[in-house]
C-alpha cells in the first residue's frame, strides 16, 4: 500500500454520513497500517481481526463502510460479509485480497459485497473506491428522503380529500349552532355577563369555519387577509376564553411587558394557533398544572439563537406559552413540526396544530421556536415581527 498522495483527498459529504469504516483483516500489521493512512484522511476507523469481533464492533458503533479480507486465518471473510450485512444491510462492503480470481469476485458479489480491491494496492486507488462508497451511502440517503417527502404529500392528499366530505357536515352542524346563538344574542341583550358568553361562543363558532377552511388547504400558500393588531390587547380576551374552556384542573396566568405590541397577522388565525398549543399544553398535564402566557419584545441580532434560525435581525414580539408538563424527548422534539407526527393515541390529534401554526408565522416573517425536555415542560415561543406604527383599532382575531 502507497503512500497518499497531494491529489487524493477524500469526497467531501453531508454531515448526514459519517465519514466511519470497519477494518476486517486478519494481518494486524496491515490493519494498523490501513488504520493509520485512513484516519491521516479524516475517517473514523475501527479495527477487527476476525468475524465475531467485526459483529460486536458493528453492534457496539455504527460504521458506513467495511473493509474485509477475503482470507481471515481460519475463517472466510465472504461470510463475514453476509453476517455483516445481515446484521447492518445498509453496511457497504468492500472486499479486499490478494488471491484474485473470477469465482471469488463473483462469490463476494453475490454475498453483497458493493466493491472489490486488490492487494497491493495504490492509496488513489483505495480512496477512490471509498469515494464511490460514500456517493453510494448518499445517494440512497436522499433516495429516501425523497420517498418520505413524497409519501407525506401523498397523506397530506389523501387527508384534504377525507376531510372535504367531513368538513360540510361540520360546517352544517356549525350554521345549527350559529343560528341559535344568534338568536340567544338577542334574548339576552339585557345581561351583560350573558351577552359576553354568547359573544365568546359566537367566535369560536366563527373561528371552527376558519379552521376548517384552513384544513382543507393545508400545505398550500395562505391566502387569507393580513390584519394589524395589538398583541396586548388581543391577548387578554382570549385567556379569557380559555380559562373557562381548559377546566379547572389548568391553572391560567398572562404576563405582559407594558406599552402596545403591534404585529400583523393572517386574520382569525392567532386565536386558533393559540387554542391549539392551549390544548397541546392541557394534555402535557394530565394530572393538571400550569399554563403561563408570557408576551414581551426582543431584539434579535445577526447571530440569532437555534431557535430563531432564520429571522431576519429586528425587533420582535415574543408570545411564549410555556407549561409544567411532561415535556419532550429530543427525538419528539426534532419532529414535532412535521406534518401529521403525533404522540397522540389514535384518535386524540392529527399531528397538524403545531405546523399550522409555523405556516402562518412564516407567511408573515415569523418563526416557532420550541425548547422542552423530558420533565421539564415545554416553552412554545411566537415571534412575530414588530411593526412601526400600532393599529387605531382592535381586530378580531
Known amino acids: 500500500m502507497n503512500a497518499p498522495g497531494s491529489d487524493s483527498a477524500a469526497m467531501p459529504l453531508s454531515p448526514?454520513?459519517?465519514?466511519?469504516?470497519l477494518i476486517v483483516d486478519d494481518d494486524a500489521d496491515f490493519a494498523a497500517s490501513l488504520a493509520g493512512l485512513l484516519v491521516l484522511e479524516g475517517y473514523r476507523v475501527v479495527e477487527a481481526h476476525d468475524g465475531d469481533t467485526a459483529l460486536a464492533c458493528l453492534a457496539r458503533e455504527p460504521v458506513a463502510v467495511a473493509l474485509v479480507d477475503v482470507r481471515l486465518g481460519t475463517g472466510d471473510g465472504i461470510d463475514v460479509v453476509r453476517r455483516l450485512r445481515k446484521s447492518d444491510p445498509d453496511l457497504v462492503c468492500v472486499m479486499i485480497t490478494a488471491y484474485a480470481s473470477v469465482e471469488t469476485a463473483v462469490e463476494a458479489l453475490q454475498a453483497g459485497a458493493y466493491d472489490y480491491l486488490m492487494k497491493p494496492f495504490h492509496s488513489e486507488d483505495l480512496l477512490a473506491t471509498l469515494n464511490r462508497c460514500f456517493e453510494r451511502i448518499q445517494l440512497l440517503r436522499d433516495k429516501a428522503r425523497s420517498a418520505e417527502r413524497l409519501g407525506q404529500a401523498q397523506r397530506m392528499q389523501a387527508m384534504g380529500q377525507l376531510t372535504s366530505g367531513i368538513a360540510h357536515d361540520f360546517n352544517n352542524v356549525l350554521a345549527v349552532l350559529l343560528s341559535n346563538l344568534r338568536l340567544?344574542?338577542?334574548?339576552?341583550?339585557?345581561?351583560?355577563?350573558?351577552?359576553?358568553?354568547?359573544s365568546d361562543a359566537l367566535a369560536a363558532v366563527s373561528n371552527g369555519t376558519?379552521?376548517?377552511?384552513?384544513?382543507?388547504?393545508?400545505?398550500?400558500?395562505?391566502?387569507?387577509s393580513v390584519v394589524?393588531?395589538?398583541?396586548?390587547?388581543e391577548l387578554p380576551g382570549i385567556v379569557r376564553v380559555l380559562e373557562r374552556t381548559l377546566g379547572e384542573r389548568i391553572d391560567i396566568r398572562l404576563e405582559m411587558e407594558d406599552g402596545p405590541f403591534p404585529a400583523e397577522i393572517l386574520h382569525?388565525?392567532?386565536e386558533t394557533g393559540l387554542l391549539n398549543l392551549a390544548f397541546?399544553?392541557?394534555?402535557?398535564?394530565?394530572?393538571?398544572?400550569?399554563i403561563v402566557f408570557r408576551l414581551e419584545r426582543r431584539h434579535l441580532g445577526r447571530h440569532a439563537e437555534t431557535a430563531t434560525a432564520g429571522l431576519m435581525p429586528g425587533d420582535y414580539c415574543v408570545l411564549s406559552i410555556r407549561d409544567t408538563g411532561e415535556g419532550m424527548t429530543p427525538a419528539v422534539r426534532m419532529r414535532a413540526l412535521d406534518p401529521l407526527f403525533?404522540?397522540?393515541?389514535?384518535?386524540a390529534g392529527c399531528g397538524l396544530g403545531l405546523p399550522m401554526v409555523d405556516n402562518f408565522l412564516r407567511h408573515v416573517g415569523g418563526r416557532l421556536g420550541i425548547d422542552s425536555a423530558p420533565g421539564a415542560g415545554t416553552t412554545v415561543s411566537l415571534y412575530l415581527p414588530l411593526v412601526s406604527t400600532p393599529p387605531s383599532g382592535g381586530a378580531k382575531t
Open 342 to 347: 403525533t404522540t397522540k393515541p389514535a384518535g
Open 16 to 21: 448526514a454520513v459519517e465519514r466511519s469504516i
Open 228 to 233: 394589524r393588531v395589538d398583541l396586548s390587547r
Open 280 to 290: 397541546n399544553a392541557r394534555d402535557a398535564m394530565p394530572e393538571g398544572g400550569t
Open 268 to 270: 382569525g388565525q392567532l
Open 210 to 224: 376558519d379552521l376548517t377552511t384552513r384544513l382543507l388547504r393545508f400545505g398550500q400558500p395562505p391566502e387569507e
Open 184 to 198: 340567544l344574542e338577542e334574548r339576552v341583550s339585557s345581561d351583560e355577563d350573558l351577552t359576553d358568553l354568547v
